[in-house]
């Protein structure tokens, strides 16, 4: 039976609670990695859960987003199980949907929503290769080393997180 972990770097943001939260509304566990400036980036903080990780799938959250539970869980486990990776939908404050329909998946479109089994993510290996620690597109990485080994890529058809909510008003937060 697929099962589903997230993991949420944080270096203890007031908007931790609310990520946790809408974490577990999606996830069979949570793994919260507290940077207390010892990884330099939330790339390697998720990097420190991968062995912790005990479930078929993981995804990414940062610590001031809120999933989208029902839709997350969802689209990760059964919109399309031969993809071993899926890029979720985000709604941003200043840029709306996230990836833009038509759009290529590149740096610049795709969040850090995106979930994959836990074999690949191991198997891709950490989200950031090495120094420099370079937090721009560390996140895009693992997307990146995917479609370099041409492995399927599931699209979400809908919204499945939200980019600092406190900053804007999203649609709907219910799934259509």
């Known amino acids: 039976?697929?099962?589903?972990?997230?993991?949420?770097?944080?270096?203890?943001?007031?908007?931790l609670e609310r990520a946790s939260a809408s974490a577990w509304a999606a996830a069979d566990e949570v793994?919260?990695?507290h940077d207390d400036g010892r990884y330099g980036a939330p790339g390697l903080a998720r990097n420190a859960a991968a062995d912790q990780v005990r479930t078929t799938h993981v995804g990414v959250v940062d610590d001031d987003d809120v999933l989208v539970g029902e839709v997350y869980r969802r689209?990760?486990?059964?919109v399309h199980p031969a993809a071993p990776m899926v890029i979720h939908t985000m709604w941003h404050p200043e840029l709306g949907p996230v990836p833009r329909p038509g759009w290529p998946i590149e740096l610049?479109?795709?969040?850090?929503?995106?979930?994959?089994r836990t074999?690949?993510?191991r198997a891709l290996g950490p989200f950031i290769p090495g120094p420099?620690?370079?937090m721009v597109g560390e996140d895009f990485e693992l997307?990146?080393?995917?479609?370099?080994?041409?492995l399927p890529i599931a699209l979400s058809p809908e919204i499945a997180y939200i980019v600092r909510p406190e900053e804007h008003r999203w649609p709907s937060l219910t799934a259509t």
């Open 143 to 150: 997307v990146r080393r995917a479609m370099d080994r041409n």
């Open 108 to 116: 610049g479109n795709v969040g850090i929503g995106f979930a994959m």
């Open 31 to 33: 793994i919260v990695v």
């Open 75 to 78: 689209v990760t486990l059964d």
């Open 1 to 15: 039976m697929n099962s589903l972990t997230i993991v949420i770097p944080t270096t203890g943001r007031d908007t």
């Open 132 to 134: 420099p620690h370079s």
């Open 119 to 121: 074999e690949v993510w």
